[in-house]
């Protein structure tokens, strides 16, 4: 069974710098794009950045030039790097793979997400 494990998350003062990885487990033979969302207290959850499987990148208006995101397809983990952190990014992050394919599966399978870490961001 596939699953999706972040890590990372804390409490940080405004402009520290954080590092989040997800590491997908199981018997994964490929995964396509992946993701970090979040979502503050009474709102919904959002984009914050997606990376393909080659390596193409997006990010939300908010986090440009602020975060990054990157990828080590060899061992199906996704990393988000948040630097100059504000107290508005404050945010339970999730994790996403929008389409994986398992080994000896015949087919794709879509939307995996992980449970969540928390990131403060408060002097």
């Known amino acids: 069974q596939v699953q999706l494990v972040e890590s990372g998350g804390g409490l940080v003062q405004p402009g520290g710098s954080l590092r989040l990885s997800c590491a997908a487990s199981g018997s994964i033979f490929t995964i396509g794009a992946m993701g970090w969302y979040r979502q503050a207290p009474g709102k919904q959850r959002e984009l914050v950045a997606t990376?393909?499987?080659?390596?193409?990148?997006n990010y939300a208006d908010s986090v440009k030039g602020r975060f990054t995101i990157s990828r080590d397809n060899a061992k199906n983990t996704v990393y988000l790097q948040m630097d100059s952190l504000k107290p508005e990014d404050t945010a339970v992050y999730y994790c996403?793979?929008?389409?994986?394919?398992?080994?000896?599966?015949?087919?794709?399978?879509?939307?995996?997400w992980g449970q969540g870490t928390q990131v403060t961001v408060s002097s």
């Open positions: 990376i393909t499987n080659s390596g193409r990148t």
């Open positions: 996403n793979a929008d389409s994986l394919l398992e080994a000896g599966s015949s087919g794709w399978s879509y939307d995996y």
